[in-house]
């Protein structure tokens, strides 16, 4: 086969990925959500796939817009939520016989599935709206009138969310159906329960199946505060509610022990840091106090499952650039069994992913690393890996494989460690090459040893890749964490300085051809090292912070999450301190030409961030360019993939303008 170079023009149609790897209970089945791109209609085509042996895969029939499976506890159905358009089905799949039940059709939002303990009935949650409050009358069209949409009035705080869009007044409430649809879905909730946009509120049935279990807030300012989260337990009866945690903070991660008698969760305690460390729990499902799993674990704890022998935990979390699969023993002992975990997203080479058990302790989880996009694996009782699927080997095969990073470590002048990856491109070999700095955002996030399809574009495109995790980045303690605490920008930014420095005296790369980019807190770094470094030839800041006064006040988490950022204060409350970290008080020393993009409907890092940051350096005479994505949002893992081959190749574009020869 005669190889291609890896195009975003001709490729960003080409790549697959696999999430929500689910095995059977008894081990001996699995299912997992495949992505697709489609040209034709530009979409991510989700389906379900199964294999009964681990070889083999199928499509199940008529299963296009997938999404969250989940098995029955005999292994003989498969639950999944189905998306057409505006309307989700909840759909009940019988294996052996290759048939289908519709339970509900939808347009309202619903997510969170879970079986009953004996497979006759599912919860999961949907939401209602709220009645129009009595002192507002909007009117309505007359019969055969065509009006515009009527006005949308909240009184929330947080009224939307950039991953769901807006939602009306309301909440979510549980539902429950039988599952052979013998009866009509009845809400056994009522009021205020609110889990947020979105993180679930992990429902799980007791070992009884009399009632349900949530993590949920009751608070009627719940807007208010966001991170408050108890476990409580629904009576499916009569809708009974009993509380069963009183901790501060926000519960999620709820798990079930085989016997019913104790229940697995995570704990964050709110201390009004900027992040905070996620701790395992395990307490009697009867109530009680929680005794932490894993005291000494320095690591934030992202999901948990239990073995069948209802002993031993499996839990996630992430450690230096890879998300870590573990298993604890009852004696609290630590054994990581894998560390290539992987989520949904393969655009940028993010920590995300989770994982299933069955009863034996096998785990299926999707893997990845910087050269394999997406596989579904098993890891066995014996701790064996096995990788199931070859998603992405004919597109690996076309361009001649996908280019490998080097890891290294790198001292910093304070006295402590980072870890970065460079990825060069096949022309390396032939002399040095120009470089780009991708800056991951977050701030509170990290690469890794991760694929990422833009990644790869770069390289094949004759760039150098440097992904760096500076102070702040997750996976590397608490005091690596909280040191951007109310510090940010600054001490990520002099980390990534160091290394770029260090890696810039390498013979493979150019000093002279210097880049950077980065998308969401990365675009605000990169904006910051415009105003105050010229040593990059150009810069191309996506969807960025520019101004934090103007991002707290108007981002679907600034009222929350960013004020955090800033220690607490309200912006008229720290004017020079908003002021003095905000990328656009230093724009009128940048030099560097700077590409700004936004997405017209992103509500994360609303476009009016970039529209600034473009207008000041237009004002200070710096070249620039601001592209705006029509109907983009923030996360690139939703992007449409035409857009996402416009943010590539604009940004190469970009670089290959002042690029010098």
């Not at 309200?570 to 009128?588: I, N, Q, V």
Request: proline fraction near 7%.
């Amino acid at each position: 086969m005669t190889t291609r170079r890896l195009d975003p023009a001709s490729h960003s149609f080409a790549f697959r990925h696999a999430s929500d790897a689910r095995i059977s209970p008894d081990a001996a089945e699995i299912c997992f959500v495949l992505t697709r791109r489609d040209v034709t209609t530009d979409r991510r085509v989700n389906t379900l796939m199964l294999s009964r042996d681990r070889k083999t895969w199928r499509e199940w029939p008529g299963s296009t817009g997938a999404f969250g499976p989940r098995w029955s506890p005999d292994g003989t159905r498969i639950a999944y939520f189905r998306r057409s358009g505006a309307e989700t089905a909840i759909v009940v799949a019988t294996v052996a016989s290759t048939t289908e039940q519709v339970l509900v059709t939808a347009r309202a939002s619903v997510r969170d599935l879970a079986w009953s303990p004996d497979g006759t009935h599912l919860a999961w949650q949907a939401h209602v709206d709220a009645a129009a409050p009595d002192w507002l009358a909007i009117p309505r069209a007359p019969d055969g009138a065509e009006w515009a949409p009527p006005f949308a009035v909240t009184e929330r705080l947080l009224w939307r969310h950039d991953s769901v869009g807006d939602l009306a007044d309301g909440g979510f409430q549980i539902m429950v159906a039988p599952a052979d649809a013998g009866a009509k879905p009845r809400p056994i909730t009522e009021g205020i329960w609110s889990s947020g946009f979105v993180r679930p509120a992990d429902l799980t049935w007791t070992g009884d199946g009399s009632e349900v279990l949530l993590a949920a807030t009751r608070r009627p300012d719940w807007d208010h505060a966001q991170d408050e989260r108890d476990i409580y337990a629904v009576r499916v009866a009569d809708g009974a509610v009993r509380r069963l945690t009183e901790r501060p903070g926000q519960q999620a991660a709820i798990a079930l022990s085989p016997d019913g008698a104790r229940i697995a969760f995570t704990g964050v305690a709110p201390l009004g840091r900027s992040a905070e460390r996620r701790i395992a729990f395990t307490m009697e499902a009867a109530g009680g106090e929680p005794r932490e799993v894993l005291p000494a674990l320095d690591r934030s704890i992202e999901s948990l499952a239990w073995h069948g022998d209802g002993r031993t935990l499996f839990v996630a979390y992430d450690e230096t650039g890879g998300r870590v699969l573990a298993r604890v023993d009852p004696d609290g002992t630590l054994t990581p069994l894998v560390r290539d975990v992987t989520g949904p997203g393969i655009e940028m080479p993010y920590a995300n992913g989770g994982f299933s058990a069955a009863r034996d302790g096998t785990l299926a989880y999707v893997r990845a690393s910087a050269t394999l996009p997406s596989e579904v694996a098993v890891v066995r009782p014996d701790g064996g890996v096995e990788t199931l699927t070859a998603l992405n080997a004919d597109l690996a095969a076309e361009v001649g494989g996908f280019a490998p990073s080097l890891m290294q470590w790198f001292a910093m002048p304070e006295g402590h460690q980072v870890q970065a990856w460079l990825m060069l491109p096949k022309a390396a070999a032939h002399g040095p090459v120009p470089l780009v700095l991708e800056i991951h955002g977050g701030p509170f996030a990290s690469f890794g040893d991760r694929f990422s399809i833009k990644h790869q574009m770069l390289a094949a495109a004759g760039y150098a890749v440097l992904a760096v995790n500076p102070r702040g980045s997750t996976g590397y303690g608490e005091g690596f964490l909280q040191a951007l605490h109310d510090r940010y920008p600054g001490p990520d930014w002099d980390d990534l300085m160091h290394v770029l420095d260090a890696v810039a005296e390498r013979p493979d790369i150019d000093p002279e051809n210097l880049f950077v980019a980065g998308v969401s807190g990365g675009g605000t770094l990169t904006l910051w090292s415009v105003g105050h470094t010229d040593r990059f030839r150009a810069a191309v800041a996506i969807k960025p912070v520019v101004a934090w006064e103007s991002w707290v006040l108007s981002a679907d988490i600034g009222p929350s999450v960013g004020r955090t950022w800033m220690g607490g204060d309200m912006p008229w409350e720290a004017a020079e301190k908003y002021r003095a970290r905000s990328p656009l008080t230093h724009l009128h020393r940048a030099t560097t030409p700077t590409m700004v993009m936004a997405g017209e409907t992103d509500s994360r890092t609303p476009a009016s961030e970039a529209l600034q940051a473009y207008t000041a350096l237009k004002l200070a005479g710096v070249a620039t360019a601001y592209a705006r994505g029509p109907d983009v949002s923030h996360s690139s893992a939703v992007y449409r993939p035409s857009h996402f081959a416009s943010e590539v190749i604009c940004q190469l574009a970009w670089f290959e303008r002042f690029r010098a020869r």
